[in-house]
């Protein structure tokens, strides 16, 4: 298994009078990784686009 490195930001917010720290996690990947990701999630972007562009044809 491969270890992966995060970073933090961390924030405090106030929400229904009560403070809460807010702790958002962001990998960091190589530019390879970031690459393969980032096509990964423009491949599945495609498909769900192109299944909505098949139901909107409009029939002749």
């Known amino acids: 298994m491969e270890h992966i490195s995060y ?3 961390t924030e405090i917010v106030n ?6 720290p807010l702790e958002n996690l962001t ?3 190589s ?4 690459a ?5 999630l423009e ?3 495609y498909e769900v686009f ?8 409009p029939t002749s």
């Open 43 to 45: 491949q599945r972007l």
């Open 36 to 40: 393969a990701k980032r096509w990964e």
């Open 50 to 57: 192109r299944k909505y562009q098949q139901r909107e044809k």
């Open 7 to 9: 970073k933090t930001q």
């Open 15 to 20: 929400f229904q009078g009560r403070e809460i």
């Open 31 to 34: 530019p390879e990784q970031e």
């Open 27 to 29: 990998p960091i990947l």
